[in-house]
């Protein structure tokens, strides 16, 4: 029961403020439990390289030891719009944002090309403008699938010392309404994470795609309040 009532308070409390973050972790994972306790039930683990949503405001539990974290069990066009999650507790030594990483790609944006890069880092994103309804079942950025988006993204490449690293096409899929301003890389140890907002109202959403050692992972996406 204890369970249900921390499930259905992460499902309420999303006006809180939440961050997309990684572990640091020396054992390269990191415990996610039921409750505020190293004695509590441990629910399920994060590993290096996963993203969750750390709800760093949460309004109902104010521990400063603990975090409440959330994490997508994948996104997909049968969940377009709210990616099943699950949830617990995390000791917040062990929490990471992305935007805290202090090593960052430089960007450079150029109509619709934008550039994330190093002297060993080249990403790249292109957009395609819409100009009719898309006929996708899934429309991210927008209210439901309603409305027209203003673009798409058309396009992703990486290379890590001049070597490309191949994407999936489906790393690209209902990708609309990007705003360029917010497409940052960052670069932690092994990985390279590459994060693009759009924070239009109802369409908010978050994305983030994983390169580890040359080789890409997996692409995250949320939505916040």
């Given amino acids: 029961m204890k369970h249900v009532i921390t499930l259905i308070l992460f499902t309420l409390c999303f006006q809180?403020?939440?961050?997309l973050s990684i572990i640091k972790d020396p054992d390269g994972y990191t415990n996610v439990r039921a409750d505020t306790s190293i004695q509590s039930e441990v629910l399920f683990r994060v590993s290096h390289g996963e993203v969750f949503q750390d709800i760093y405001d949460y309004p109902?539990?104010?521990?400063?030891?603990?975090?409440?974290?959330?994490?997508?069990?994948?996104?997909s066009a049968e969940h377009c719009y709210n990616s099943p999650e699950k949830s617990g507790y995390m000791h917040r030594s062990?929490?990471?944002?992305?935007?805290?990483?202090?090593?960052?790609?430089?960007?450079?944006?150029?109509?619709?090309?934008?550039?994330?890069?190093?002297?060993?880092?080249?990403?790249?994103?292109?957009?395609?403008?819409?100009?009719?309804?898309?006929?996708?079942?899934c429309l991210l950025g927008t209210d439901l699938g309603y409305g027209i988006p203003n673009n798409k993204l058309s396009g992703l490449t990486v290379s890590v010392n001049d070597r490309p690293v191949p994407i999936p096409e489906a790393a690209?899929?209902?990708?609309?309404?990007?705003?360029?301003?917010?497409?940052?890389?960052?670069v932690y140890q092994d990985l390279i994470l590459i994060t693009s907002t759009t924070n239009a109202a109802a369409g908010y959403y978050e994305c983030v795609w994983v390169i580890s050692n040359g080789k890409y992972l997996k692409r995250y996406i949320y939505f916040g309040p």
């Fill in 16 to 19: 809180a403020a939440a961050q």
């Fill in 60 to 75: 109902y539990h104010k521990n400063p030891t603990w975090r409440p974290i959330q994490m997508t069990l994948g996104h």
């Fill in 94 to 137: 062990r929490v990471l944002p992305i935007q805290d990483i202090r090593t960052k790609l430089t960007q450079t944006i150029s109509d619709n090309l934008i550039t994330l890069q190093n002297d060993s880092i080249q990403v790249r994103f292109s957009l395609v403008k819409v100009e009719n309804q898309p006929q996708e079942a």
């Fill in 172 to 186: 690209i899929d209902y990708i609309y309404q990007v705003q360029q301003n917010t497409i940052k890389g960052y």
